[in-house]
Nanobody, 117 residues
């Protein structure tokens, strides 16, 4: 059973930092493409950053501020968020794209990030 559990969200002042963590289980983590998405009410979920064997990619508005990384030994993917802005406030979701034996996406439950003074 695939499980993705996010943590690390919370309230932070503009300019502050947070590190989101997504702990994965139930699949071969090292071969999965892992991503972070975010969503605000009334808008579509948007890709923030992705990490896989092909490398790392991130959305333009977070380049230089957010860093995605993974620890395959711990089955964990991280999103380090620095210099946070009010417009970064959203629910952040972890996603696993598993390609072994087919192709399927799995999502975590999300973690809320609030950026406010």
């Amino acid at each position: 059973q695939v499980q993705l559990v996010e943590s690390g969200g919370g309230l932070v002042q503009p300019g502050g930092s947070l590190r989101l963590t997504c702990e994965a289980s139930g699949f071969t983590f090292s071969s999965a493409i892992m991503s972070w998405y975010r969503q605000i009410p009334g808008k579509e979920r948007e890709l923030v950053a992705v990490i896989g064997r092909a490398g790392i990619s991130s959305e333009d508005s977070v380049k230089g501020r957010f860093t995605i990384s993974r620890d395959n030994a711990r089955n964990t993917v991280y999103l380090q968020m620095n210099s946070l802005k009010p417009e970064d406030a959203a629910v952040y979701y972890c996603k696993a794209l598993i390609t072994s034996g087919g192709r399927a996406n799995y999502w975590g439950q999300g973690t809320q990030v609030t950026v406010s003074s």
